[in-house]
Structures are given as C-alpha cells and as structure tokens.
C-alpha cells in the first residue's frame, strides 16, 4: 500500500502532508500528460497508440457534433478551404491538418479527452508528417476531411463518428505501411523500382 501512495505521489495524483495524512490532488487534464506521455512511450508499440487514436478521435469528432458552435464550423471551412489550396499547388499541408483536427478537440468541449489525444499526436508526430508528404495522401486526407466537416455541420454525431474513424483508420495504415516499407530494402515504389 505504501508503494502505491508513493506511486500516486510520484504521478503527482496525491500529496502527503507531515502528520496529516494522504490527500488527492486537484488535478486538471494537463496534469494527466506527462504520466501518459510516459505511459505510451514505455514500450508501447506503434500500433498501439494508432489503435488509441482511433478509438479518441472517432468519440471526440461525435462530441463536437453535437456541441460545435456556428463560428468553429466558419473557421474549419475556412481551414479545410485553406488546406485543399495548398495541395492543390502541391505546398505542405501539416499546420491545417492539425488545426482541422484541433478546433474539432475544442468544440468536442471535453479538455480530458483532448490532452489525451494531444498526448497521442506528440507520439506520432514524425510519422505523421512524413505520412502527409504525398500528394495522393493530401487529396485523401482534404476529402476525409470534408465527409467529418458534412456531419459536423448537419450536426449528425454517427455520421461524424464515423468519418472520423474511417479517417484514423486509413491514415493509421498509411503510417504503418509507410514505415514498414521504409525497414524493408526489398520494397518496391509504385514506380516499380526498389526504395
């Protein structure tokens, strides 16, 4: 039992005061990220936190379905506007592609669930980047982007739910394909030659 108080004192989760005893913090959800930062990066395998997202991401996007407010849908038009742009003339997209993702963390209204999810981005970032170098990579992501953005703004919780995971789901594949194909020499590119 000491062990554990010890743990939670650690995690900064209780505090122990000299004569008075073991009490639980105030905590908030930024309290939450650096323990879960070191969660997810002890051992924790790629797919793993991909798996993660996708179950965050998908509940996140049905929150804010049902609690966007009509100046956040004017600003992700305007953001998926701005990123369809960009790929159009073949410019890099990430700063949209995370605002898309991050204004729709804030109209979900739930801080937990999206310093949770930051957490998880912070994990992926490298690949993630990588994976949006493409050009058929940013037309799939402007079109994922603009199914989430229809059910946001029909507010219709299921159907953004679900664009939303059908979006995780293919770019968490693209991720792991893309590094998979980067360890194996033998790989070859859609050009047909050997990467």
């Not at 509940?59 to 960009?86: C, G, K, M, N, T």
């Not at 209204?109 to 999206?114: A, F, I, K, T």
Request: proline letters at 3%; glycine letters at 6%.
């Amino acid at each position: 039992m000491r062990e554990a108080l010890r743990s939670l004192e650690l995690l900064g989760v209780v505090e122990t005061r000299a004569g008075g005893g073991t009490f639980v913090r105030r905590t908030g959800p930024e309290d939450l990220a650096r323990p879960l930062s070191n969660l997810i990066s002890r051992g924790h395998t790629l797919t793993d936190v991909i798996e993660v997202r996708g179950l965050i991401e998908p509940a996140i996007a049905a929150s804010a379905a049902r609690r966007i407010r009509p100046e956040e849908l004017v600003e992700l038009r305007a953001i998926l506007d701005r990123q369809a742009e960009r790929v159009a003339v073949g410019e890099s997209y990430a700063e949209e592609d995370t605002r898309f993702h991050e204004l729709i963390g804030q109209a979900a209204r739930n801080e937990l669930l999206v310093t949770m999810l930051g957490v998880i981005w912070d994990v992926l970032r490298s690949s993630r980047e990588q994976w949006l170098q493409t050009n058929q990579r940013a037309h799939s992501s402007v079109d994922a982007h603009q199914r989430i953005l229809a059910a946001l703004e029909t507010h219709d919780a299921d159907a953004a739910r679900a664009a939303a995971a059908d979006h995780i789901r293919a770019v968490g594949e693209g991720i792991l394909k893309l590094i998979a194909d980067k360890q194996d020499p033998n790989v070859t590119t859609a050009s047909g030659r050997a990467s």
